[in-house]
C-alpha cells in the first residue's frame, strides 16, 4: 500500500504514505515516521534504467561503475564498490540486486545473506584507523 516517500529535513526522518498502515483503515491515506529506510524492492538491473539520484550523481563523479552484464561492478568477494578507475571502495560495498552482474543468482534470502556475511567479515577485518 506504499503511495510515496520523502525525506523531512526538519524532523531528520522519512515519511511513508501509505493507503494502508499496520492497524490503519484500508483507503485511508496515513503517514508513518522512521528514521531509516532501506530500499529492498529491487531492480531490472539496467543503471541508465533506474531512476535514482544517488546512483546518478555517483556514477557522474565516477565513485561506481557498471558492470557489463548489469548492476554495478563490486568485488566478488567483499562486494566493495568498483570506481571508474577500477579500484575498490574502501568504504562502500553493494549487495542484492544492483550486483547482479558480478554475483548473477542476486534474489534469494541465502545469496544475499551470504553476502552481507562477507560484507561484514570485510569491514570487521580493516581497522577502525582506516575505514
Given amino acids: 500500500g506504499l503511495i510515496s516517500s520523502e525525506f523531512d529535513e526538519g524532523r531528520r526522518q522519512f515519511g ?5 498502515m499496520e492497524g490503519g483503515t484500508p483507503g485511508v491515506p496515513s503517514t508513518k515516521w522512521v528514521d ?15 531512476r ?11 565513485q561506481m561503475s557498471p558492470h557489463p552484464l ?9 562486494s566493495r564498490l568498483r570506481n571508474r578507475q ?8 553493494f549487495v542484492g540486486q544492483l550486483t547482479k552482474g558480478v ?13 552481507v556475511h562477507a560484507v561484514m567479515d570485510d569491514i570487521f577485518s580493516v581497522p577502525a584507523t582506516e575505514r
Fill in 86 to 93: 577500477g579500484s575498490l571502495s574502501p568504504r562502500l560495498h
Fill in 16 to 20: 511513508l504514505v501509505a493507503g494502508r
Fill in 103 to 115: 554475483h548473477f543468482y542476486t534474489n534469494s534470502y541465502e545469496m544475499n545473506r551470504n553476502n
Fill in 52 to 62: 535514482s539520484e544517488l546512483l546518478d550523481n555517483m556514477m557522474t563523479r565516477g
Fill in 36 to 50: 531509516f529506510l532501506i530500499d529492498a524492492t529491487g531492480t531490472e538491473g539496467r543503471l541508465d534504467h533506474i
Fill in 70 to 78: 548489469g548492476g554495478v561492478d563490486v568485488d566478488f568477494a567483499t
